[in-house]
C-alpha cells in the first residue's frame, strides 16, 4: 500500500487537451513535490510546495501549472501538451522543517501518454 | 547546482554474491544521501538514507557508506536476492530545500540464479 494516492493511473491525452493530475496524501507532510520521469532516467524534480505555497519551480514550461489546494492535495493541471511530455509523473511528500530533509514518499505515479 | 554520478550503470551479480553502487557529489554543501529501489514499473521506494554527520549506516543486508572529505557515498548489498534485481538511485540534497533531491543517473542491477 501506498501512502502517497496518486489518480488517474494511466492517461491518454490529445495536445489540445486540458487534463488535470491529482495528488493526496495524509501523513500530515507539509512539502509536496511533482516530478517527471521518462523511461530508463531518474525522476527530474519539477516543483515543490512548502505549507500550500509553491517554492521551487525548475523552470518548467507553463503548459504544466501546478496548484496546492491544501496540505493534503497537490493537482498538476495540463494544458496544450507535447508528444515529448510523454512521461511517468510522480507526486511526492515530506516533512519539512527548513533545517533538515526527511525522505521522500513516492506515489505509484500517473503514466501519461499524449498523443 | 549539485550533479550526482552514480556507477555503474548495471550490474550482474550471482544470487548470494555482494553488489556496490557508488555515487560522487559535487556540492560540498550536501549533507542528506537517500537511496531508492524502484522496480519495473513501480514507484521509487526508499531503502535506506544517510546524513553528513555519519559515516555508514546499516540495515539488515543493506548498508551505506559515506565519505564526505572524497564526496563520495556507496550502497552494499549482502547476500543478494532475485528479489533485489531492481534500480537503484542514489540521491543527494542539502538542509532547508524541502528535500530537492538530486538524483543519480541509476544502477539496474540484476541478481542470476
Known amino acids: 500500500d501506498t501512502e502517497v494516492t496518486q489518480t488517474p493511473k494511466h492517461l491518454v491525452m490529445g495536445m489540445t487537451n486540458k487534463k488535470s493530475l491529482k495528488c493526496e496524501q495524509h501523513?500530515?507532510?507539509?512539502?509536496m513535490y511533482w516530478y517527471k520521469q521518462k523511461a530508463k532516467k531518474p525522476p527530474e524534480l519539477m516543483f515543490v510546495?512548502?505549507?500550500?505555497?509553491?517554492?521551487i519551480n525548475e523552470s518548467v514550461p507553463s503548459r504544466f501549472s501546478p496548484e496546492c489546494p491544501n496540505s493534503s492535495l497537490l493537482n498538476l493541471h495540463l494544458h496544450a501538451l507535447q508528444p515529448e511530455d510523454s512521461a511517468l509523473y510522480l507526486c511526492a511528500s515530506s516533512h519539512f522543517s527548513g533545517t533538515d530533509n526527511s525522505p521522500l514518499h513516492f506515489g505509484n505515479g500517473t503514466r501519461l501518454t499524449v498523443t | 547546482g549539485e550533479n550526482v554520478e552514480q556507477h555503474p550503470s548495471t550490474l550482474s551479480v550471482q544470487e548470494g554474491d555482494s553488489a556496490v553502487i557508488k555515487c560522487t557529489y559535487s556540492d560540498s554543501a550536501s549533507n542528506y544521501f537517500p537511496w531508492y529501489k524502484q522496480e519495473l514499473g513501480k514507484r521509487p521506494q526508499l531503502i535506506i538514507d544517510i546524513r553528513s554527520n555519519v559515516g555508514e549506516k546499516k540495515d539488515q543486508r543493506i548498508a551505506v557508506t559515506l565519505n564526505k572529505t572524497a564526496k563520495h557515498f556507496s550502497l552494499h548489498i549482502t547476500e543478494t536476492q532475485p528479489e533485489d534485481s531492481a534500480v537503484y538511485f542514489c540521491a543527494a540534497s542539502k538542509a532547508g530545500t524541502a528535500s530537492k533531491l538530486t538524483f543519480g543517473t541509476g544502477t539496474r542491477l540484476q541478481v542470476t540464479l
Open positions: 501523513m500530515g507532510h507539509r512539502a
Open positions: 510546495y512548502s505549507y500550500e505555497k509553491l517554492s
